[in-house]
């Protein structure tokens, strides 16, 4: 543990955090993957029972590669990490391992509305735990710091959010507005954030 403390006094190095989660987040995608079950039968028909799990894998792995950018460009700017920290990001990936269950549950079901009312609830809850861990970076980094500069709008958070809270009532009153709902933020997030990026030019 000593050498993980630096000069500064009960900051840690970042390097086993990022480490970690790029494994846990590898470890779900493959999770994923694997309950795409092969066909017994060579002929196109057999491919049409899988084709509501292909495509809640597909959306699950893009939510998941958006994390993984996201949380990459995040800790390019983080100068250290705490115990605060640590446990923002353990409960940034507890949701994100919910992920492969909700997704199976929504493709073996054909997205019927209970399935999707929790996976979008799952990404709910996804958003607030990154969230909450990019607050407790906050926290520990200063309001005058290039983390805070780079996060200091926040508008693709909210909106994000305010998206989650209608799309998870929306499943039981029309499942195509859910699902459009999922593919809209998916498509807010998926170039990296520019803030970010902004501060390496």
Same mark, same amino acid.
């Given at each position: 543990m000593s050498k993980d403390v630096s000069a500064k006094g009960h900051t840690m190095h970042k390097g086993r955090l990022e480490a970690f989660s790029d494994g846990v987040i590898a470890i779900l995608i493959?999770?994923?993957?694997?309950e795409l079950k092969v066909p017994h039968s060579a002929e196109p028909s057999a491919l049409v029972p899988l084709i509501p799990v292909f495509l809640s894998y597909v959306i699950s792995f893009v939510y998941l590669a958006i994390y993984w950018n996201n949380h990459h460009h995040l800790f390019q700017i983080v100068k250290h990490?705490?115990? $605060?920290?640590?446990?923002?990001?353990?409960?940034?990936?507890?949701?994100?391992?919910?992920?492969?269950?909700?997704?199976?549950? $929504?493709g073996e079901n054909h997205f019927a509305p209970l399935p999707v009312a929790v996976y979008g609830s799952?990404?709910?809850l996804s958003a607030l735990a990154f969230t909450i861990l990019t607050k407790t970076l906050l926290s520990s980094h200063g309001n005058n710091s290039d983390l805070a500069?780079?996060? *200091?709008?926040?508008?693709? *958070?909210?909106? $994000?959010?305010?998206? !989650?809270?209608?799309?998870?009532?929306?499943?039981?009153?029309?499942? !195509?507005?859910s699902l459009s709902i999922f593919v809209l933020v998916a498509a807010i997030w998926i170039i990296p954030d520019k803030r970010i990026e902004n501060l390496f030019k």
């Open positions: 493959t999770i994923m993957v694997l990490i705490n115990g $605060s920290t640590l446990w923002a990001n353990m409960h940034l990936l507890f949701w994100l391992s919910v992920v492969p269950f909700v997704t199976a549950w $929504s799952v990404l709910l500069k780079a996060l *200091e709008s926040g508008r693709k *958070e909210k909106i $994000s959010l305010l998206l !989650y809270i209608t799309a998870i009532p929306a499943a039981f009153l029309s499942l !195509y507005i």
